[in-house]
């Protein structure tokens, strides 16, 4: 009997073990942490081994093939001894594919994953279709796969999950923009982190579509150096002779050899150019799996949005607070600051990820009136920003960093939270922290 030996015990973890154990393998889960209450009793539910707080390396060697968490890096000595005796390893997406022939509708991008996956899932759920969420969002791909029987899935995936896949196929590929993220899990070479993006089209042939921003500088030179097999539709603000999404005269257009679609920019849910992105990507899918345009014109009217992204909180004292604790790189920060129409007080900091602060210097010279570092260590974002913003404290607590803008902004300001960096160093996760805010500011 074939042995699976899963390493990190959370949802996606527990979800490939459960798959696992129904495809009549021999399943293992070790998590060096401890693993939540939840999580055991599904696995005790299935009969399923585990151990948390350590990795018994006489029970993980021995496997026919490994499943890791994405968070667990390919340098984490474990998995070196694992790739080097030439074990397997893959992700839970790549795992949880052999067992479904479902559709793949897969996102990724370094900014708007989130927002775009959730407007796909949106517009094919109103309009009917049997589909389940999973990736980085909603339930682990693998568990529903298990229990479930969808026909379409919409699969949110990071650049750490790109790594674990090689079978995998994606019958339509989204790729929104690739900017420098993560860098510390790729040697601190962009290009490397590109190839993992770009990931997302391998296996796909000339029956799958590939959507991608047109105007992406770092999208448009892979383009030309390779060989993609995929259906292309591109999108922009734009149009060229190719774009098949773009905007004129204050209409937002879907132009395809099968479909014809505008509605008013003025109707969309979601405002503001880097939406307007998510919006012609999420739009061009739906066409493509054939969404009746009247589905999809409502669906853009009334999604709701995204959790801790660009998320109203609420207006004190004529005050604007908004949290957008999901910005965890510069450029989701620049897409924030750009999207802000008054002056604002800026909320920076967390886990620095070799982050360059020059791609939003000119937004904050303009816009920001005063920073706030809300950090263990500010010393990169010090000497990136001193002399060129007149108010900077450091604080190291929300709900100091909450009362401290509070107490610098004007009336009619905006107050964003919009961090540019990992929360691991004050906070559980990029959630935690947006919470926090939200619930300071409700105190105030």
Excluded at 223 to 246: G, H, M, V, Y
Excluded at 292 to 317: A, C, M, P
Excluded at 353 to 358: L, R, W
Excluded at 403 to 409: I, L, Q
Aim: with cysteine; proline share 2%; glycine share 6%.
């Amino acid at each position: 009997m074939k042995r699976i030996v899963i390493l990190g015990g959370g949802e996606s973890g527990t979800g490939a073990a459960v798959l696992a154990k129904k495809q009549g393998f021999n399943v293992f889960v070790s998590d060096l942490s401890e693993i939540k209450p939840e999580y055991k009793a599904l696995l005790d539910e299935h009969n399923i081994s585990w151990e948390e707080k350590q990795h018994n390396e006489s029970l993980i060697l021995n496997a026919d093939e490994v499943i890791k968490s994405p968070g667990i890096p390919d340098k984490a000595p474990l998995v070196k001894k694992l790739i080097a005796q030439g074990t397997h390893v893959i992700s839970e997406i790549e795992f949880a594919g052999r067992y479904t022939k479902a559709k793949m509708i897969c996102i990724t991008g370094s900014n708007g994953k989130t927002t775009t996956t959730m407007l796909v899932y949106h517009i094919l759920k109103n309009a009917g279709l049997n589909v389940g969420l999973a990736g980085n969002v909603g339930q682990s791909l693998a568990l529903q796969v298990a229990v479930g029987s969808f026909e379409y899935f919409v699969l949110e995936l990071s650049s750490f999950q790109l790594d674990g896949m090689t079978e995998f196929k994606a019958d339509i590929a989204i790729l929104l923009n690739i900017t420098p993220d993560h860098l510390d899990r790729y040697e601190y070479k962009f290009q490397n982190y590109i190839d993992s993006k770009f990931r997302i089209l391998q296996n796909q042939t000339e029956k799958d579509a590939f959507i991608f921003w047109e105007n992406d500088p770092i999208i448009k030179a892979e383009l030309a150096k390779r060989n993609i097999q995929s259906s292309l539709f591109p999108f922009a603000i734009e149009r060229t002779e190719r774009t098949k999404a773009f905007i004129e005269k204050d209409e937002f257009i879907i132009s395809t050899l099968n479909t014809l679609f505008s509605m008013p920019t003025s109707e969309l849910a979601l405002q503001g150019i880097h939406n307007a992105y998510n919006s012609m990507a999420a739009g061009l899918a739906a066409t493509i799996v054939n969404v009746k345009k009247e589905n999809i014109r409502q669906s853009l009217q009334d999604f709701q949005g995204v959790e801790h992204r660009l998320e109203y909180v609420s207006t004190v004292r004529n005050i604007r607070f908004v949290n957008d604790s999901k910005a965890t790189n510069v450029n989701s920060c620049w897409y924030a600051l750009q999207s802000m129409n008054t002056p604002v007080v800026l909320i920076l900091g967390g886990t620095d990820k070799g982050n360059d602060y020059a791609e939003i210097e000119e937004l904050v010279k303009g816009k920001v009136n005063a920073l706030i570092f809300l950090g263990l260590n500010n010393s990169a974002l010090h000497s990136f920003f001193d002399g060129k913003v007149k108010n900077i404290i450091d604080v190291k607590s929300m709900e100091d960093a909450v009362d401290k803008a509070y107490e610098m902004a004007n009336q009619g300001d905006t107050v964003l939270l919009s961090p540019c960096c990992a929360s691991f160093d004050l906070f559980k996760n990029y959630e935690d922290r947006g919470k926090q805010f939200k619930n300071c500011v409700r105190n105030l």
